[in-house]
């Protein structure tokens, strides 16, 4: 699996000056159906984990032996049940709080750390932006999914450790985004005429750059939370992530990867949250890197 800069936006699309210009961005998203049904579909997960204690039928932790991988539509199992009994619906709308947590979180951090590496590089230049790509490059060197396992095995099984090792998996590209937008950007008139004006670089940054970098970082970024959603959840799947009896639906396909044979659809289930979640924000993405790539 490889993280490329395709979906990166040209800065020049996002002019500060232009008060008007996120406005139009939502209101060119809100005519594109796709991403609007993505977002929907999104926002409804989201509220489902946030209410996920009110609205799961059972507790996602309670057993019964009696009970184990029963089929879809059974009385007290909707969507039937694991191998120890468990309630299989309780369980992925507890599991979407977990899922969502440590898909989203390895990129927001990532985000935070990559784009102020990434603007520091493109802003100073000289051999400061030298040494640091050089330093990123050696993460190019690694396919994603083999950092990610090799950190993760490193470290020890665990959420923390899982999050921690996607964070440093997803820092190489969004710097490199960042770094490449802000050298766009630091050589043009108003970023010479507050140099010219005595202004400090910190401040350059925060008045003149950060608004002019930080919509196409951030487009990129969101377009990683699919890989992350993955990517967390083959992690979990190979007992790197979260643990047993955690509610986590990458934990969950490996848990009853063994029942596939007897009950094959209730199996499948925690694979069709992933795909949608990911199919979801990939859709979403795409729709705000259309919205925003737009030359004033």
Not at 33 to 55: N, Q, R, T, Y
Not at 282 to 287: E, H, I
């Amino acid at each position: 699996m490889s993280l490329t800069l395709d979906t990166a936006v040209s800065p020049m699309a996002a002019p500060p000056a232009e008060q008007g210009y996120w406005r139009s961005v939502f209101a060119r998203l809100r005519r594109d159906p796709v991403a609007m049904i993505a977002g929907l579909i999104l926002l409804a997960i989201v509220l489902m984990a946030i209410f996920a204690p009110w609205l799961a039928p059972q507790s996602p932790y309670s057993t019964s032996m009696l009970s184990r991988l029963q089929p879809i539509g059974s009385p007290g199992f909707p969507l039937g049940s694991d191998e120890l009994g468990r309630d299989v619906l309780s369980r992925l709308i507890h599991g979407a709080r977990l899922s969502l947590l440590i898909g989203v979180m390895p990129v927001i951090n990532a985000f935070v750390i990559g784009s102020a590496i990434g603007i520091v590089a493109g802003f100073v230049g000289g051999r400061t932006n030298t040494v640091i790509m050089r330093v990123i490059d050696v993460f190019y060197a690694f396919p994603a999914v083999l950092l990610a396992i090799a950190l993760a095995g490193a470290l020890g099984a665990g959420l923390v450790n899982s999050l921690f090792s996607l964070t440093v998996v997803f820092i190489p590209p969004i710097a490199r985004v960042a770094e490449s937008v802000t050298t766009q950007v630091r050589n043009v008139d108003y970023i010479e005429a507050a140099r010219a004006s005595g202004a400090r670089s910190l401040t350059i940054i925060r008045r003149h750059v950060l608004g002019n970098v930080l919509g196409p970082i951030f487009v990129y970024a969101t377009s990683l939370i699919s890989v992350s959603m993955i990517l967390a959840s083959g992690l979990s799947f190979l007992g790197l992530g979260a643990r047993p009896p955690m509610p986590e639906w990458g934990l969950m396909l490996n848990t009853m990867r063994d029942a596939i044979y007897v009950n094959p659809w209730v199996t499948v289930l925690p694979g069709m949250m992933i795909f949608t979640v990911s199919i979801c924000f990939n859709m979403l993405s795409d729709g705000l890197r259309s919205a925003m790539d737009v030359k004033l």
